[in-house]
C-alpha cells in the first residue's frame, strides 16, 4: 500500500503540463515575429556599416595612392566611372552600401594632383538616408577636404 501511495505521490508531483495547440502557435507566431524584426534592424546595421568601412577603406586608398605616387616617384592615377573604382587601371571591389560620381584623379612624382577637372569625388550611402560625402582636392598640396551632408 505504501509503494502505491508513494508512486501516486510522485506521478502527481512529476505531472507536467504540455501547451495546447493554440498556445503552441500563439508562443510561435509572437517568437516568428520577434525574429523577424530584430533581423530586419540587424541587415539595415550591416549595411550601414559596410558602406561606413568602404568609405574609410577609400580614404586609405586615396592617401596611399598619393604616398606611392611620392615614394617611387611615379604617377598613380584613381578612378571611377560606372560606380566602379579603378585603382591605376586595376578594378576595386564596390560594395551595393556605395555609389561613387565620376571622377579620374592622377597623382604626380611629387604628390600634387595633375589635373583639376575632375578633383571632386561625392561618395553616396544609400542606406544612411542618401547621405552624401564629398572629398574636393586641392592643387599644389595634393591633400583634400571632407565634407558630409
Known sequence: MTTMRNI???????????????????????TSFLILIFSVTFQKTVHVIRGEI??????????NQ????????EV?????????????GAKYHVPSETLFSDFSI??????NIQSIKQA???????????K???YQLQLGS????????
Not at 501516486?8 to 510561435?28: D, N, V, Y
Not at 598613380?76 to 591605376?88: E, K, M, P
Not at 595634393?142 to 551632408?149: E, F, I, L, V
Open 54 to 63: 568602404f568609405v574609410l577603406q577609400f580614404e586609405n586608398i586615396l592617401k
Open 8 to 30: 501516486l505521490t510522485r506521478s502527481a508531483t512529476l505531472q507536467i503540463r504540455a501547451f495546447t495547440l493554440l498556445e503552441s502557435l500563439l508562443t510561435l507566431a509572437v
Open 106 to 111: 592622377a597623382f604626380k612624382e611629387n604628390g
Open 120 to 130: 571632386k569625388i561625392v561618395i553616396s550611402l544609400p542606406f544612411e538616408n542618401d
Open 66 to 73: 598619393q604616398t606611392q605616387a611620392v615614394t617611387n616617384a
Open 142 to 149: 595634393g591633400q583634400y577636404r571632407k565634407t558630409s551632408s
Open 76 to 88: 598613380r592615377s584613381l578612378s571611377a566611372s560606372d560606380g566602379t573604382v579603378f585603382v591605376n
Open 132 to 134: 552624401k560625402i564629398s
